[in-house]
Nanobody
Framework: QVQLVESGGGLVQPGGSLRLSCAAS????????MGWYRQAPGKQRELVAA???????YYADSVKGRFTISRDNAKNTVYLQMNSLKPEDTAVYYC????????????????WGQGTQVTVSS
């Protein structure tokens, strides 16, 4: 069964940290790349971080230096460590498997999971 299950979201104060986890079914995790996306109210979903099986990473400019993506291939799990959180990081966070080809990540083809809500507020 193709499945993506995100967890770890919550309410955090500005400057705080959270660690998100995404458990993927093996068929998805065998894809080359895994990524974290987010969607804020009224905005389009955007790719914020991705990592290939070879260790190549991508970060959106808005999260560079604050977020770190990692993957545990033995557990079919991808993580997103988020530090120095800002109110503008508030969104529902999703994981998926964006195809990776010649240095670019493309739109994922798998169904989205439920996501996990991250709210940054004092």
């Amino acid at each position: 069964q193709v499945q993506l299950v995100e967890s770890g979201g919550g309410l955090v104060q500005p400057g705080g940290s959270l660690r998100l986890s995404c458990a993927a079914s093996e068929s998805i995790f065998r894809s080359d790349a895994m990524g974290w996306y987010r969607q804020a109210p009224g905005k389009q979903r955007e790719l914020v971080a991705a990592v290939t099986s070879g260790g190549t990473t991508y970060y959106a400019d808005s999260v560079k230096g604050r977020f770190t993506i990692s993957r545990d291939n033995a557990k079919n799990t991808v993580y997103l460590q988020m530090n120095s959180l800002k109110p503008e990081d508030t969104a529902v966070y999703y994981c998926n498997a964006p195809p990776y080809w010649r240095g670019k990540f493309y739109a994922p083809v798998y169904s989205w999971g439920q996501g996990t809500q991250v709210t940054v507020s004092s």
